[in-house]
């Protein structure tokens, strides 16, 4: 059991302490996978804690519930507030958040629907989620392991169930002494990492796969490829083989708690000739400026942590 150190988790409406954040142990997403959560950063910036595109995470925890058949008992504009409630209460900067829909109640069956749909929050503190080489390029490998194809398992929900796939990639690169896996889809092509997406670099344009290879739609891809596009340089979303990964001038994953890893090697293959490559770190540099609030031009991509004792008031203010 953890000490009382004053951290907190958001429950249903409610901050409680870290150690009493707890769930029945027949919970149907225990036991099925049949939850769906987010993972969100908060950074400073010279005016203070702010949360990094609160609304499309939001939106995105609202449509994955949607998909598993899980109304969550609150508004977007209520889970934004209780996020902000969240950071605000634990305080640490930055900080990764991860909200949680959940079935909560002892409900077991596979086609039980009847377990309280419930919203738990918690913020701690973020770490660098690969290592050192998450500024100098990491060491990934081909998994063995490929995503399953959407009409299985919907990959643009992210559903706790996704990630026993990923915990089988993540698992079997890390045993092999590689610091990240990169997922095929079905059909051979290059789809994503365990939490991350894959871009990579050729002649001066960057190619990320789409929808189609089963990927989940990443926020963090979205402001890698408006960047990029604002540095003026091309961007191109289609199929992408294993062969154009190994031979690419550049590649790099991006993911909220990854941020922009470059990539430098894929199993025995040095990618480039330089880790970060040339527009990998431009674009590297320019998302460092929009997260801590140096770019006016996205600004609207940062919430402000307002104090706690204003956060709670507009939380219960319903
Ligand atoms: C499988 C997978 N792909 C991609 C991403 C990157 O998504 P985002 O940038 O929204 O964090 C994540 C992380 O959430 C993920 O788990």
Do not use: C
């Not at 995470?57 to 209520?78: T, W």
């Not at 896996?181 to 002649?203: C, H, S």
């Amino acid at each position: 059991m953890m000490a009382a150190d004053g951290r907190k988790i958001w429950m249903d409406g409610r901050l409680v302490d870290f150690a009493n954040a707890q769930v029945h142990v027949l919970n149907h997403t225990l036991h099925y996978g049949v939850g769906v959560f987010e993972g969100i950063r908060a950074y400073e910036t010279d005016q203070g804690g702010a949360v990094f595109r609160l609304k499309e995470h939001v939106r995105r925890l609202i449509l994955s519930a949607k998909v598993y058949h899980m109304v969550i008992p609150f508004s977007a504009a209520e889970i934004e507030r209780a996020v902000l409630e969240t950071q605000a209460a634990n305080g640490v900067l930055p900080s990764y958040i991860r909200p949680l829909v959940y079935r909560g109640e002892p409900a077991l069956g596979v086609k039980n629907l009847k377990g309280k749909v419930s919203l738990a929050i918690a913020a701690i503190p973020a770490k660098k989620y690969l290592g050192e080489g998450s500024e100098s390029g990491i060491r990934a490998k081909i998994s063995p392991f490929r995503k399953p194809h959407s009409d299985a398992n919907p990959s643009f929900a992210k559903s706790a169930g996704n990630y026993i796939n990923s915990y089988l990639a993540g698992a079997d690169a890390s045993q092999d002494g590689y610091e990240e896996a990169i997922l095929l889809d079905q059909n051979g092509y290059v789809a994503e990492g365990t939490g991350e997406n894959v871009f990579l670099v050729r002649n001066g344009t960057l190619y990320t796969p789409g929808l189609e290879s089963d990927i989940l739609l990443g926020i963090t891809r979205d402001s890698v490829i408006r960047i990029a596009t604002d540095l003026g340089y091309p961007v191109v979303e289609k199929l992408l083989s294993v062969n154009e990964l190994l031979t690419a001038d550049e590649a790099f994953f991006t993911g909220t708690y990854a941020e922009i890893a470059p990539i430098k090697e894929v199993g025995h293959y040095k990618v480039g000739t330089q880790s970060p490559g040339p527009i990998t770190a431009a674009v590297m540099s320019e998302f460092q400026r929009a997260i801590h609030g140096r770019d006016p031009k996205h600004a609207s991509w940062l919430t402000p942590v307002p104090t706690l004792a204003r956060a709670t008031a507009r939380v219960r203010a319903k």
